[in-house]
Nanobody
Framework: QVQVVESGGGLVQAGGSLRLSCAAS????????MGWFRQAPGLEREFVAA??????YYADSVKGRFTISRDNAKNTVYLQMNSLKPEDTAVYYC????????????????????WGQGTQVTVSS
């Protein structure tokens, strides 16, 4: 069983920045594909970013503003969020899968086996 724990959410003004962290257990963390998703009230959960051995992938809505990275020595993945907008307000979830998938599937929430509890990000206008 892999434990996934997010941190770093909070309240920020529009135009500001936040960095989310996601710590995952497991001896083979470097082989996991890691994803960030978000869910705003009344909306479905949506893909934000993912990272694997093959690269980093982003939703169009965050491309150029958000950066996903990982530190395998710390079993941690990060989501640096810059130029935040009120529409970025949501609960952000980190997810992990040890299974290999083609990069085109990283946007699918169903491929991820382990999820964190979520961290709230609120962007005020």
């Amino acid at each position: 069983q892999v434990q996934v724990v997010e941190s770093g959410g909070g309240l920020v003004q529009a135009g500001g920045s936040l960095r989310l962290s996601c710590a995952a257990s497991g001896r083979t963390f470097s082989r996991y594909a890691m994803g960030w998703f978000r869910q705003a009230p009344g909306l479905e959960r949506e893909f934000v970013a993912a990272i694997s051995w093959s690269g980093a992938y982003y939703a169009d809505s965050v491309k150029g503003r958000f950066t996903i990275s990982r530190d395998n020595a710390k079993n941690t993945v990060y989501l640096q969020m810059n130029s935040l907008k009120p529409e970025d307000t949501a609960v952000y979830y980190c997810a992990a899968t040890p299974r290999p998938f083609e990069s085109s599937r990283f946007r699918e929430s169903g491929i991820y086996d382990y999820w964190g509890q979520g961290t709230q990000v609120t962007v005020s206008s």
